[in-house]
């Protein structure tokens, strides 16, 4: 059964550094890209960011670009995103995602809240 468990969502003040943890199971983790998504209020959901499998590419919304990073521990089957620089409009539910044979996986969100 594919599991994927995300943490390290919070409170952070804009400008701060943030980083998420998203622990998957139930599959081979290293054949796998993944992603980070997010949904903010009232929003629809937007791609974040993309790690290729052995963690050699990545991508970026526009709008993160310069600020997040993505990287991969395929030993500890763990995905993370770093969030540096945040903004009030970097607040939403931050999911991690992973398509396999057609079919999305998602984990359960951790929420990101920017404000001061």
């Known amino acids: 059964q594919v599991q994927l468990v995300e943490s390290g969502g919070g409170l952070v003040q804009p400008g701060g550094s943030l980083t998420l943890s998203c622990v998957a199971s139930?599959?081979?983790?290293?054949?796998?890209?993944m992603r980070w998504y997010r949904r903010a209020p009232g929003q629809s959901r937007e791609l974040v960011a993309y790690?290729?499998?052995?963690?050699?590419?990545?991508d970026f919304h526009d709008s993160v670009k310069g600020r997040f990073a993505i990287s991969r521990d395929n030993a500890k089957n763990t995905v993370y995103l770093q969030m540096s620089s945040v903004k009030p409009e970097d607040t939403a539910t931050y999911y991690c995602?992973?398509?396999?044979?057609?079919?999305?996986?998602w984990g359960q969100g951790t929420q990101v809240f920017v404000s001061s």
């Open positions: 139930g599959f081979d983790f290293r054949t796998y890209a």
């Open positions: 790690i290729s499998s052995a963690g050699d590419k990545t």
């Open positions: 995602h992973s398509l396999q044979q057609g079919q999305n996986y």
